[in-house]
Structure formats: C-alpha cells, structure tokens
C-alpha cells in the first residue's frame, strides 16, 4: 500500500504564496500520474494539476500562470508552487497517484487564504 504524505499548507493572505509537498512511501516506477486535488467546503472535489512520469502536465482553468507542478523523482516527491493565492483557493488539497498498482489518496493538507 502506497502512503502519499502532504505537507505545506497554513493560512495565508490573498497575494501570497504557498508550496505544497507530497512524498509517497515508496519509489514510483514506470507510468504513473501524480497531481493535487482540491475540496473545498460544500464542494465537490477538483482536478488542480497533474503530471505524468513522462512529463505531460495537465492544469485545471483555474490555476493557470499561477501554480506550478513538478516532481522529484528522487525524493519522490511532487510539489505545488501556488501563487497569487485567492480567498476561492481555501481548500483541503489532496494528493492523487494513479499507478498499475492502484489508485492512491493523501490525507490532504488545509489550505486557508484569507482576504
């Protein structure tokens, strides 16, 4: 069973930035995608940004120009540089693999932007 840690969310104030990380337990191989998805309260769960391990990034609408996906293999790690933050970004984001071993979610992480 794959564990997917998050960290880096908190509360921030609109205009500014936060960097979430996502390690998973173990070294991802071979195809994969690993993104961030988001809920917010009352909301249904949403598509942020993903990536595959060969390289295709798909952003939602929402974000685009503002937040960053990338990926450290080596770490196995994936991070989200969201800048620019809007009060509409408060959510709880989650982080999703899709591997031929299954389908993973992290715990999520609470990210608060504040006006």
């Known amino acids: 069973q794959v564990q997917l840690v998050e960290s880096g969310g908190g509360l921030v104030q609109a205009g500014g930035s936060l960097k979430l990380s996502c390690v998973a337990s173990e070294i991802i191989g071979g195809i994969a995608t690993m993104g961030w998805y988001r809920q917010a309260p009352g909301k249904q769960r949403e598509m942020v940004a993903r990536?595959?391990?060969?390289?295709?990034?798909n952003y939602a609408d929402f974000v685009k120009g503002r937040f960053t996906i990338s990926r450290n293999n080596s770490k196995n790690t994936v991070y989200l540089q969201m800048n620019s933050l809007k009060p509409e970004a408060t959510a709880v984001y989650s982080c999703?693999?899709?591997?031929?071993?299954?389908?993973?979610w992290g715990q999520g992480t609470q990210v608060t932007v504040s006006s």
């Open positions: 999703h693999l899709v591997w031929y071993r299954g389908t993973y």
């Open positions: 990536m595959t391990t060969g390289g295709d990034i």
